[in-house]
């Protein structure tokens, strides 16, 4: 900003200085304006960058007692050093398993909770290591697959993304690594149905059923004596 007041206050003395020079004024006047513009479109693309954590897919409906699954992604438009998030879910719910995705960056350190963790939040964590530039990273990207299971018919469920309050907190980027960057954070809603049971035939009706069978053979008697 200090440079840009001393491109404007020269801008502005070397035009009062010759005012009678037209050429040297027009290129001022372009000076000027290519800055303007310049500086605007560094605050708005500052101000439009979106960086989200995203729950897919964000609804689904399952049966009682079944398995779900759920895909973790990122899509940041700022480069990130790393950082945490945590995943909370209701307690119909429960927590089978995480597994990174194979695709992910191999130089991102990277920490999952263990297989059936019961406690809650999970925390996930996740960093880049490497110092050759570009530092950071950033697009879109699958990180991994979040498997629980529908204990019960209920209320609808959620699977809800957020900030990491625990190590390794949350994420930063290499263009101010002492502020935390800014994120939006996905939910995913799980309907659970009941599991509707197929009738059995009772006992009763199998017996009709094996006895009215029997009534089309002959009997042994009469067979003995049709020979």
Request: negative net charge.
């Amino acid at each position: 900003m200090a440079l840009f007041t001393r491109i404007l206050f020269s801008v502005s003395g070397g035009s009062r200085a010759c005012s009678t020079a037209r050429p040297r004024t027009r290129f001022s006047g372009l000076l000027l304006s290519l800055s303007t513009f310049v500086l605007v479109g560094l605050f708005a693309s500052t101000a439009s960058a979106q960086n989200s954590i995203i729950l897919s897919p964000s609804m689904q409906t399952v049966a009682e007692g079944e398995n779900f699954s759920i895909q973790l992604s990122m899509d940041f438009d700022e480069a990130t050093t790393g950082g945490g998030l945590q995943i909370s879910y209701d307690s119909l719910v429960s927590f089978i398993s995480f597994d990174w995705d194979e695709s992910f960056m191999a130089n991102f350190g990277r920490t999952a909770p263990a297989d059936n963790e019961a406690a809650q939040p999970i925390t996930l964590g996740f960093g880049y290591f490497s110092f050759a530039p570009p530092f950071g990273f950033s697009g879109q990207h699958d990180i991994g697959t979040l498997t629980f299971q529908a204990l019960g018919a209920g209320a609808t469920q959620f699977v809800t993304a957020a900030a990491s309050s625990l190590i390794p907190g949350p994420f930063y980027g290499p263009a101010n690594p002492s502020a935390p960057m800014t994120l939006s954070y996905g939910q995913a809603e799980i309907e659970i149905v009941p599991v509707v049971p197929v009738p059995e035939p009772s006992a009763s009706l199998l017996m009709f059923l094996g006895l009215a069978g029997l009534s089309f053979y002959p009997s042994a008697s009469k067979q003995d004596r049709s020979r």
